[in-house]
């Protein structure tokens, strides 16, 4: 018994830790909203739209009207779907799966590093790492995807490395080599589909295939990879929408190859990308240092931690070049996007630096050089402490900020224009919350808008044109938003602003004060009753941090 405990003390160590964050984590945020569970994303709640209405409506949208291509994680939103199917719609789900799926990943690391036979105080450390450097904590409480897809990742990245590596190409590795190279093709779709992301993994993993000219491999894990993106574009071009959700479309990079300024413009914002996030350059630091080392070593290229490697390398020039990461420490909301990456690369240096450890102390001069490698890698992670630590101490503060701004519009919209058309920039909560019928002037859940923003003729002119077309009455939305979307324009003079709402401390919301505007005249007085009445009902502490409603 006591063998077993010392055996499977880190995996303990290592949940006990991640349960007692969150459990505190939560403690915190249900004092900051009034004892309701809420997410520090506002994002994850076109998901538990998207999955209410699809499990409820057979509706794949954020709305129950219509179809719209807005979540960027097929995977996740159908695993919601089916639990609502069978639990019912509930606010909790999404905060249950990542605690289990955070669970899920602490068992997958102890036993990864367990059999790279580490000692036991280094699992510790790792499980650790992995809780605070990625971070952990903020994932599970975005209530979004993110902890499945780096346990999707690492998992299929872990089969990849064997597979493309040296040690399954012997006669004597053949079993446990087609083993691999199944569970490979059984992961590729779900790398897709947990987020499109995974697409740089995939194009990383074919490119090393292709090196290593295993033509079936490439092209079986190639197919399965691809089919959930082919199948789901055909249905949504057949619904009237792009082949990719807008949510990619808009968020993502697409470089101009016509012009050279142009590509110089986009190899400079991916090379600025890559050096304003310091905690993914220490980490492509670490990875060519240890890279080299053991090529030296070895004199050998394809070694399945040299194979990780290169896979980390590709895909951290994918995301820089063509996707978002989090801006060190300024861009709290999109600390989300890189997160993956940060869980690679740590994933990766751990398993190349496998070689050097365990340290023995019957040779310690042997060992100085290892104990020196160790406490340098030490130091180079304090960016990703840093900005793990500073993250997790937020989470709380942004659950506070997604209540006193988006759920409490989508309660306010919901007492007061439940069903009926509404123009929003902020889609998540206001669509769980009150099913309105929404126009999305950030254009991910409005094919409109989106084809406005993508075609550069997103002005005021042609949003007045949209919102009446659709029956909007009242606008919710950030007097800055034009500017927010890369446009050098005002909201339109014909909206009347009615009031505006003033969230305090603000770390996650776009901006800390949103306005309701009435899109005609008519409409101005009773938005100001509605909002008189609803205000009344808010806290005094709400109150005084800002809501104003000015006198018609």
């Known amino acids: 018994m006591i063998l077993k405990l010392k055996q499977y003390g880190p995996l303990l160590i290592g949940i006990a830790l991640l349960w007692l964050i969150l459990i505190l984590v939560l403690n915190d945020s249900l004092s900051k909203t009034q004892g309701n569970p809420v997410y520090a994303l506002d994002d994850a709640y076109i998901h538990m739209s998207m999955a209410k209405n699809f ?33 019912g719609v509930n606010e909790t789900m999404p905060l249950l799966m990542n605690f289990f799926f955070a669970t899920l990943l602490m068992v997958f690391i ?16 790792i499980a650790a790492a992995f809780i605070f450097f990625i971070p952990l904590p903020y994932l599970v409480f ?35 080599a087609k083993s691999m190279r199944n569970m490979l093709f059984l992961l590729a779709p779900l790398v897709s589909m947990v987020r499109y992301e995974g697409l740089f993994i995939l194009f990383a993993v074919s490119l090393l295939l292709l090196a290593r000219k295993k033509w079936t491999i490439l092209i079986i894990n190639a197919a399965a990879g691809l089919l ?57 630091i670490c990875v060519l240092a240890l890279f080299w080392y053991i090529y030296k070593k070895y004199n050998r290229w394809w070694l399945p931690a040299n194979a990780m490697a290169m896979i980390f390398i590709i895909t951290l020039a994918c995301q820089a070049f063509f996707s978002e990461s989090g801006y060190f420490l300024n861009r709290y909301p999109w600390i989300r996007y890189d997160a993956y990456l940060v869980a690679l690369g740590i994933f990766t240096v751990l398993i190349a630096a496998a070689d050097f450890l365990p340290l023995s102390p019957q040779e310690p001069q042997k060992n100085a050089g ?44 919901k007492k007061y224009y439940p069903g009926q058309p509404a123009a929003v920039n902020d889609i998540g909560a206001v669509c769980f919350l009150a099913d309105i019928d929404c126009l999305d002037v950030w254009g991910l859940a409005s094919k409109n808008i989106g084809d406005l923003l993508l075609n550069k003729t997103f002005t005021a002119e042609n949003i007045v044109r949209v919102a009446q077309k659709s029956g909007a009455r ?35 919301c776009a901006r800390d004060t949103v306005a309701f505007y009435a899109l005609d005249e008519s409409e101005a007085p009773r938005l100001a009753r509605n ?21 018609l």
């Open 474 to 508: 009242i606008a919710v939305v950030y007097d800055q938003f034009f500017r927010l979307v890369g446009i050098d324009s005002e909201l339109p003079k014909s909206w009347i602003k009615v009031g505006q709402w003033r969230i305090p401390d603000n770390v996650v």
């Open 55 to 87: 499990s409820q409506h057979g509706v794949w949208g954020v709305t129950g009207h219509q179809f719209s291509s807005t979540s960027s994680s097929l995977l996740w939103t159908l695993l919601l779907s089916a639990l609502y199917l069978i639990f």
């Open 110 to 125: 102890f036993h990864i590093f367990r059999g790279h036979r580490f000692p036991p105080w280094i699992q510790a450390a």
């Open 370 to 413: 290892k104990i020196v490698g160790v406490l340098l890698v030490l130091v180079l992670i304090l960016p990703l402490a840093e900005r793990g630590v500073r993250t997790d101490l937020k989470v709380a503060r942004a659950t506070a900020n997604i209540y006193g701004q988006q759920y409490r519009m989508g309660l306010f919209l």
């Open 228 to 284: 959930p993106v082919l199948v789901y574009g055909i249905i949504s071009v057949s619904s009237g929408w792009y082949f990719l959700p807008n949510s990619v479309l808009l968020k993502g990079t697409r470089p101009d190859i016509t012009r050279i300024g142009k590509i110089l413009e986009f190899l400079y914002a991916g090379l600025r990308q890559l050096i304003y996030n310091v905690h993914l350059l220490v980490l492509l």
């Open 142 to 176: 975005g209530g979004l995807e993110h902890v499945l897809q780096i346990l999707i990742n690492l998992g299929y990245i872990y089969m990849a490395a064997k597979v493309i590596g040296d040690d399954t190409d012997t006669q004597a590795n053949e079993k446990p």
């Open 531 to 551: 909002l008189r009445e609803f205000t009344s009902q808010l806290p005094l502490e709400a109150v005084k941090q800002g809501q104003t409603f000015p006198s």
